[in-house]
């Protein structure tokens, strides 16, 4: 054991004694003061220093992590505290105890605890640094994403068909562009350009923004900076028209601006959610998708507000289906819901893209369906 792991153990050791007990009036040995580290994995953790590893906590909750994981609490506790299934192992009462305050948890059937890195080790049944390096993954990366979206917007107005494209869908303001930072991946360039910023290969394919024979993944695709992500939209009809890097696709579009708004519009794609903009309703969001992943319908329900549905009227009433189904799922929830009724064959982009204008869309909000 070098000095790296022990001053690894010393960090984790630091960050413990500030917490003080977890959970008061429970046995539970794998968090308890004297055992001190409740890490199984010992070595390989040279690449990993105390900063790096406070601040991959900091951004990953416990719970959030959890939940995309698809936990589930079974009750609440005391102080925040949740209790449900061990995802661990063959739980038939819950006993997986949780507490986002402190990001831990302990199971009393399976004797097991720890933080995120701790959980990531036993879900995916990896050592210490493949949990880590799991989690960087699953966080995304944030620096590097931002120079590659960076990149992406200076091609954007070098590309004549990328203008053309964006504007055959409706987005014509230099201000829409300027706020959802809207870029273009021609292909072919981004590898380059993020090596000689000192980005290895290795990383830029862990991120997917590298294919592994060594191809920019984006190409052709009018790019759209996510929270830890890209979306790429093909102008190409011969490519699948959508791509995200692999990794969560993250919480609901630009939502903190939105959050305080007593009604809020809910779209399927980023391109209603632009048109939406331009035209003046700064009180939308979206989900990139119909199904909402469990950390957007968490957002959805933080609080009091009526939300309007305005999903695609695809001519299989996918869109419709998903739509109600979603709607009964917040009302559950007590929250106000109206689904708007677009025209058949159309959603909000292309109501625009086809000469809809403001009032027209207000129309249809004030004939939503409570
Ligand atoms: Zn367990």
């Not at 036993?122 to 993954?137: D, I």
């Not at 380059?192 to 997917?208: D, E, K, S, V």
């Not at 601006?257 to 009604?263: A, I």
């Not at 939406?276 to 909402?292: D, P, S």
Request: with cysteine; proline share 6%.
């Amino acid at each position: 054991m070098g000095t790296t792991s022990r001053a690894q153990r010393m960090v984790l050791a630091d960050g413990r004694s500030h917490r003080g007990p977890l959970f008061t009036g429970a046995h539970h040995p794998c968090l308890g003061p004297r055992r001190g580290v409740p890490y199984a994995a010992d070595g390989g953790k040279k690449s990993v220093n105390r900063q790096a590893l406070h601040d991959l906590k900091q951004q990953i909750p416990l719970l959030g992590y959890l939940q995309a994981h698809d936990w589930r609490a079974a009750r609440p506790l005391s102080r925040g505290r949740l209790m449900g299934l061990c995802p661990l192992h063959d739980d038939q009462k819950p006993s997986f105890l949780v507490d986002p305050h402190k990001n831990l948890f302990y199971c009393y059937g399976c004797g097991r605890g720890g933080d995120v890195i701790r959980f990531a080790e036993l879900y995916h049944q990896v050592r210490f640094p493949e949990a880590v390096a799991l989690l960087r993954q699953w966080r995304g990366l944030p620096p590097l994403l931002h120079e590659a979206a960076g990149f992406y917007r200076m091609q954007l107005h070098r590309h004549s068909e990328a203008v053309a494209y964006l504007y055959q869908r409706g987005i014509r303001s230099p201000e829409l562009i300027e706020h959802m930072q809207i870029g273009y991946a021609p292909g072919g360039c981004l590898r380059a350009w993020l090596m000689q910023l000192g980005y290895p290969l290795q990383t830029l394919r862990q991120a997917g923004l590298v294919t592994a024979s060594g191809y920019d993944a984006y190409i052709h695709r009018v790019v759209f900076p996510l929270d830890g992500n890209l979306y790429g939209r093909s102008l190409s009809a011969a490519a699948p028209p959508h791509r995200f890097l692999p990794g969560a696709k993250g919480g609901l579009y630009a939502w903190e601006q939105v959050r305080q708004c007593p009604e809020v519009i809910l779209v399927e794609g980023l391109f209603d959610y632009a048109v939406l903009w331009q035209a003046g309703f700064r009180n939308v969001t979206c989900a990139m998708g119909t199904q909402l992943n469990a950390s957007q319908f968490r957002q959805l329900c933080d609080g009091m507000r009526t939300i309007y549905l305005a999903f695609d009227a695809d001519a299989n009433r996918s869109g419709q289906r998903a739509m109600q189904t979603l709607a009964h799922r917040l009302r559950e929830q007590r929250l106000k819901v109206c689904t708007v009724e677009l025209p058949e064959g159309h959603d909000p982009n292309s109501l625009f893209a086809n000469g809809g204008d403001a009032r027209r869309f207000q129309a249809l909000l004030e004939a939503a369906r409570s």
